[in-house]
């Protein structure tokens, strides 16, 4: 599976964003996808996940009741909505996927990975 990211800008404190992560293959379907991000000087972290299903979402509670992942496997695309952004959501995010029915906050577990998309967000 390849992965691309998109969507990342420079926005303001409070604007919106979202971020699409368009996979390859016929097998879209088998894999529970996840955002990270990082941020510069500082580890990857989970940011959202989505199982395979399009319904068993996880979330990092940085960004709990402000962004939103969703899924459409029929364009093999999972979407990261990101509302209210602050400075300190400034990162490279990525979407990575795994072969399995759910999601996970870890990203060893995580088998595939795309380009990263830079989103900066300034107050």
């Known amino acids: 599976v390849q992965l691309q990211a998109s969507g990342g800008g420079l926005v303001q404190a409070g604007d919106s964003l979202r971020l699409s992560c368009v996979a390859s293959?016929?097998?879209?379907?088998?894999?529970?996808m996840g955002w990270f991000r990082q941020a510069p000087g500082k580890e990857r972290e989970f940011v959202a996940g989505?199982?395979?299903?399009?319904?068993?979402?996880i979330y990092a509670d940085s960004v709990k009741g402000r962004f939103t992942v969703s899924r459409v496997n029929a364009e093999t695309t999972v979407y990261l909505q990101m509302n209210s952004l602050k400075p300190e959501d400034t990162a490279v995010y990525y979407c990575?996927?795994?072969?399995?029915?759910?999601?996970?906050?870890?990203?060893?577990?995580?088998?595939?990975w795309g380009q990263g998309t830079q989103v900066t967000v300034s107050s």
């Open positions: 293959g016929r097998t879209f379907r088998d894999y529970a």
């Open positions: 989505i199982g395979r299903r399009g319904y068993d979402s």
């Open positions: 990575a996927g795994k072969k399995n029915m759910f999601a996970s906050t870890n990203r060893n577990g995580y088998e595939y």
